[in-house]
């Protein structure tokens, strides 16, 4: 069974903070999203990497997929309070469904 | 409307009640989906239907009954529910679901509770 590992689970910071968040596995994937979901909303796609090493960028958050497709990094950048929210990864493979992880619940407090 | 709508936005029901929950997605996608999130759980796929054909059942109890009467409209009817199945129901779109790599587009979802 894949599993998708995500950590920290909770992470409270100040705004103007840096932070990175994980998302682990040992199964390879063929490509990563990285979601947000506010609360009462559903989830929202920020980015999908898909070759080994690959970094993306937006705005503040910079995305990493791990050499071996195993694991991606988020980090983000002088947080503010409007980054709050859950941030999801999902991990796809040809022919079977997105697994999701559980999920890094973000504070930005001012 | 632009993107995947989900209507009710909240629902209580009774253990006996049969109700139903409406996505309508105006993305011209031909994916639609199916999750249930609960709380500390990761995202659970619950129904895929891909150019109106089911093509996953991930194991739902058959208290959860699916309908997709075109590609831009999906229901889940509900009955006889349990207090487990209280939990936020997303509903999701994406190109196609041949390969499940596509991104998916979500609804704001239903909050549902079962009493």
């Known amino acids: 069974t894949q599993l998708l590992e995500q950590s920290p689970q909770f992470l409270s910071i100040q705004e103007g903070e840096n932070l990175t968040v994980y998302c682990n596995s040992s199964s390879v994937f063929s490509s990563l999203q990285w979601y947000r979901q506010e609360p009462g909303e559903g989830p929202v796609l920020l980015v999908t990497?898909?070759?080994?090493?690959e970094v993306k960028k937006l705005k503040r958050l910079t995305f990493q997929f791990g050499d071996a497709r195993k694991d991606s990094s988020l980090h983000i950048t002088a947080a503010q309070t409007g980054d709050t929210g859950l941030y999801l990864c999902a991990g796809a493979e040809a022919g079977t469904a997105l697994i999701f992880g559980k999920g890094t619940t973000l504070s930005v407090s001012s | 409307e632009t993107g995947v709508t989900q209507t009710p936005r909240h629902l209580v029901m009774g253990m006996t009640n049969k109700k139903s929950l409406k996505c309508e997605q105006h993305l011209g996608h031909n994916a639609m989906y199916w999750y249930k999130q609960s709380a500390k759980k990761p995202l659970e796929l619950m129904f895929v239907y891909n150019f109106k054909e089911q093509t996953e059942n991930n194991s739902v109890p058959s208290r959860f009954s699916p309908e997709c009467p075109n590609s831009s409209h999906l229901f889940l009817h509900l009955h006889t529910l349990q207090p487990e199945d209280s939990a936020l129901y997303l509903c999701?779109?994406?190109?196609?679901?041949?390969?499940?790599?596509?991104?998916?587009?979500f609804g704001p979802g239903t909050r549902l509770t079962v009493t």
């Open positions: 999701a779109s994406s190109q196609a679901a041949s390969v499940f790599s596509y991104e998916q587009y």
């Open positions: 990497v898909v070759t080994g090493g």
